[in-house]
């Protein structure tokens, strides 16, 4: 059995982990430039723990400047095995409202500006993300959340935008109406695919702050509104990591959906043909297929 380690990525709002023993600011450097900043680790309930600020304290990366790569990859240099998003969200569901919590399944990707994979010219590697998300990470993350108290809906896709600007109407209508879209938000791609190219277990807490600006009632989106929400939110989502380690335990099976061999058969370019540069910045996301 394989020891479990937990790493968070906050999203808005959420800037530790309260409670850790031996909690320590490390910095991680790594072949992908620098995370968006230190990382937060320690111990809670006996198993290991990283927090990663996604925007950095004091918010100081827009969602189209997180370094996305150097923050998996620092992740994973960490020893961590399983991931937990947690994002700020607007709703395009009326029974989704502000205050509540998703546990996204599916992502319909409409990013355009950021790197989007660890492998490239030189070392080709195509992942499924069919199931971008894991389910039994996901599972534990809808068990935390009812213990907390809090209002989730176990399952919903989630659209990514570029942002930084917030939805038009039109495209508010559009993604919910003939997408089908559940929640909207501008961060969790490309994390969710580059945690599958370095084969971690990937799970989304959406925590859904407005209505974007498709609701009659509620017009546009209003920055006020939605910080006021997001404090609330910030505090039932610290419960809710608070009471992961608990659920998944210190140790740890193989993955039973497979994310965590989500390599063992992507990468196509020959051993011979592999550029050596590329495959040195590989040796943590790929070391255990390269």
């Known amino acids: 059995m394989a020891e479990t380690m937990i790493g968070v990525i906050g999203g808005s709002g959420i800037y530790e982990i309260e409670g850790l023993k031996d909690a320590e600011w490390r910095q991680v450097d790594g072949p992908w430039g620098a995370p968006s900043d ?16 996604r925007h950095g304290r004091g918010h100081v990366h827009s969602p189209a400047t997180v370094p996305y790569r150097a923050n998996i990859d620092a992740l994973k240099r960490l020893g961590v095995t399983d991931v937990i998003s947690v994002s700020a969200c607007g709703s395009f569901r009326e029974e989704m409202a502000p205050g509540d919590f998703v546990i996204v399944n599916q992502f319909i990707d409409r990013t355009f500006g950021r790197e989007k994979s660890f492998f490239g010219t030189g070392c080709v590697a195509h992942v499924s993300v069919a199931h971008p998300t894991c389910p039994r990470l996901g599972t534990a993350c809808l068990e935390a959340a009812r213990a907390q108290g809090i209002t989730v809906h176990d399952g919903g896709t989630y659209l990514a935008m570029e942002g930084p600007q917030f939805s038009s109407l039109a495209e508010s209508k559009m993604y919910r109406e003939l997408w089908g879209c559940d929640v909207i938000g ?8 580059l945690a599958r190219e370095a084969e971690l277990c990937y799970a989304s807490v959406a925590m859904i702050t407005d209505y974007d600006s498709w609701h009659p009632d509620h017009g546009e989106v209003d920055v006020s509104e939605i910080i006021k929400t997001l404090m609330s939110n910030a505090d039932r989502a610290k419960g809710l990591v608070a ?12 993955c039973p959906h497979g994310c965590d061999r989500a390599l063992e058969y992507a990468i196509l370019t020959a051993p011979e043909s592999r550029d050596a540069a590329l495959v040195a910045k590989l040796d943590a996301v790929a070391g255990r297929v390269l």
Request: cysteine-free; glycine content about 8%; hydrophobic content about 45%.
């Open 186 to 193: 501008m961060t969790n791609m490309p994390e969710a695919k």
């Open 38 to 53: 230190a990382i937060l680790t320690g111990v809670l309930d006996g198993v290991p723990m990283a927090f990663l600020p």
């Open 243 to 254: 009471r992961l380690p608990r659920l998944l335990g210190p140790e740890r099976a193989p």
